[in-house]
């Protein structure tokens, strides 16, 4: 879907919008075929560089218009991917400008009636909380937090301390280590991983 990344020439590219999301809409109109609405939601990280994804002009338009689309078609949620890591190079004033900021998120509320899952970023209950009483979003997902808490549900409820997950040992052959020998916080070891 972003426009400088993608330079087909057929239906499913080049500079118009409905061309280059015509794809996610085909195959989201038959899962709500097959699956039926309200069952069907859809993860989208509009500002997404991951792996060298150049940064899109364009994006505000196209999440737009996929959040209207998608919200026609009964799809149940839509999950919104914050970007966290500015570029090495990038001004600070750019960054914020490809952002999913909450003028952004208002946007694609007014858009799409369905639930709005937000994610990236969220470390802690409070975090969470003041998103949420933005009003803008309707769930918080947390990734990372659970890997180093994998009890991070209870953790988050009975206000006890999180573990911070150890970014060194992502995407690496290390096994379990890093991913799932952090122990519940109820076996009194919050604070030290086993082994
Ligand atoms: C080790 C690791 C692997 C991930 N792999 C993927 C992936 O394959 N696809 C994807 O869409 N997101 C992936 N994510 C991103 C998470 O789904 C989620 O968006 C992100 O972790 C949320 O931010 P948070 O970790 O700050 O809560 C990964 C995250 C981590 C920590």
Known sequence: MNSVLNTRTDLYGGASVENRTRFLLEVVEAAVRELGPGCVGVRLSPFGKFNGIPAD??????LLYVAERLGRLGVAYL???????????????EFKSQHLDHALLAKV??????AIIWCGGFTDRKSARDALDTGLVDLIAFGSPYIANPDLVERLKHGWPLDEADR???YTRCGEVGYTD??????????RRVG
């Open 109 to 114: 509320r007014a858009a799409f009636p369905g």
């Open 57 to 62: 002009p364009r994006t505000e338009e196209t």
């Open 79 to 93: 999950h919104l991917v914050n970007e966290l890591i500015p570029e090495a190079n990038m001004e600070v004033a």
């Open 168 to 170: 060194s040992t992502y």
């Open 182 to 191: 952090f122990p519940a916080y109820s076996l009194g070891r919050a604070s």
